[in-house]
C-alpha cells in the first residue's frame, strides 16, 4: 500500500528525514510515533504530496503521492488542521466534498453524514470561532472522512479532546477500519496502542523500529516498580543476581523507577525471588506493574 524507499528531506542543513525504507501494508491501523522533531509530520506531508522529498521514491497503491488515480483515495487530517472563519461547517465540509467530485446537492448530504459521524450535527451552520476546541478537531477530522478514501492519515486525532469526546473518535476508527488504512501519528501512545495493530518508530528522522505493537512489548516476563525513593546504585545488580532474571534498569533522573527482565518459563518463582531480594535489600516501592506498555518502550527506543 505505502512503499518508501531511500526517502531523505532536508531544509537547509537539518536532515528532518534520512534514508528511510519503510513498507506498510494494508489492514489494521499503524502507529506512527517518536518524539517531537523526529519527522511524522514531514514523512505525513510527504505522502499527502504537501511536500516534495530531497531524494529517495514514494509510492502508495503503487503510484506517486500527486498521480491523478490517487485523487479522493487519500485523506489526511493534519495536526494543526484551520478551518476558515466565518464559515458555517457545514459549508465548509459541503466545499470539501464539491472538490472530491460530488455533485452541490450530494455534498450536502456528504456533509451532514460526516457530521453525524464526529457528532457535531448540531452546530453545523456555527462558523469555527464560535465552537469549543474540541469541536474544531472533530469538525477537521469530519473532513478526513469525506468520500471514500481507502487511506486516511490522522495527526494526533484525539489531542484536545476531553475523555467523552476522544473516545466516540476512536470507535470511529474501529468501525470503519475494515473499509479502509489508517496511519496513526500521536504522542498519546496508549491511543497507538489501543487502536494499532503495528507501530514504526521515529528518532532524528530515521526508523528505529517498525514491528506489531504484540512482539514490541512484552505482555510479561516484565516487571515495573515505583520505589519509594531513589534505587541504591548496587540495585541492578542486586536483580541480576536473582537466577532467571535477565535484564535489571534503574529508570528516571530520580531513580526511583525500577525495570526487570525475566525468563517467562518460571515466571511465578522469579517474581517471588525478586519481591524477596527487594525486601532484604531493604529497597522499598509504592506500585508494582507486569508487563509494559508501548510508552515504555518507545522511551527506551528513542531517549
Not at 469530519?142 to 479532546?161: K, M, N, R, V, Y
Not at 496511519?183 to 503495528?198: F, G, K, M, R, Y
Not at 512489548?217 to 519509594?228: D, G, H, K, P, Y
Request: charged share 20%; net charge neutral; aromatic share 4%.
Amino acid at each position: 500500500m505505502i512503499s518508501i524507499h531511500g526517502l531523505s528531506k532536508y531544509f537547509g542543513s537539518v536532515h528532518a528525514l534520512e534514508g528511510i525504507d519503510l513498507e506498510i501494508t494494508p489492514g489494521a491501523p499503524t502507529g506512527l510515533v517518536g518524539p517531537n522533531g523526529a519527522g511524522k509530520t514531514t514523512l505525513f506531508s510527504i505522502l499527502c504530496g504537501f511536500l516534495r522529498p530531497t531524494s529517495g521514491e514514494v509510492r502508495i497503491f503503487g503510484l506517486p503521492p500527486l498521480a491523478e488515480p490517487l485523487h479522493g483515495r487519500i485523506a489526511i487530517l493534519p495536526q494543526d488542521a484551520l478551518l476558515a472563519r466565518a464559515v458555517p461547517v457545514f459549508r465548509q465540509l459541503t466545499v470539501f466534498a464539491e472538490l472530491q467530485g460530488f455533485t452541490r446537492q450530494n455534498a450536502r448530504i456528504e456533509a451532514g453524514r460526516v457530521l453525524d459521524l464526529v457528532i457535531l450535527r448540531d452546530v453545523a451552520n456555527r462558523p469555527p470561532e464560535a465552537l469549543s476546541h474540541g469541536m474544531v478537531k472533530r469538525a477537521a477530522i469530519a473532513q478526513a472522512f469525506i468520500g471514500s478514501p481507502d487511506l486516511i492519515l490522522l495527526d494526533e486525532p484525539t489531542s484536545g479532546l476531553d475523555p467523552n469526546t476522544a473516545g466516540p473518535i476512536r470507535e470511529l476508527i474501529r468501525a470503519t477500519g475494515d473499509k479502509r488504512k489508517f496511519v496513526i501519528s500521536s504522542h498519546n501512545l496508549a491511543d497507538i496502542e489501543d487502536l494499532c495493530q503495528d507501530v514504526v518508530i521515529l528518532k532524528q528522522g530515521k526508523v528505529t523500529a517498525h514491528q506489531p505493537i504484540s512482539q514490541l512489548v512484552s505482555r510479561s516476563a516484565v516487571l515495573t516498580f515505583t520505589l519509594e525513593k531513589a534505587a541504591p546504585e548496587v540495585t541492578a545488580d542486586i536483580m541480576l543476581g536473582v537466577s532467571g532474571v535477565t535484564h535489571a534498569e534503574v529508570l528516571g533522573e530520580d531513580r526511583r523507577r525500577l525495570r526487570v527482565r525475566f525468563e517467562a518459563t518460571a515466571e511465578v518463582t522469579v517474581q517471588t525471588q525478586i519481591l524477596t531480594a527487594l525486601q532484604a535489600a531493604g529497597i522499598t516501592f509504592r506500585d508494582m506493574s507486569r508487563g509494559e506498555s508501548l510508552e515504555q518502550k518507545v522511551r527506551e527506543i528513542t531517549r
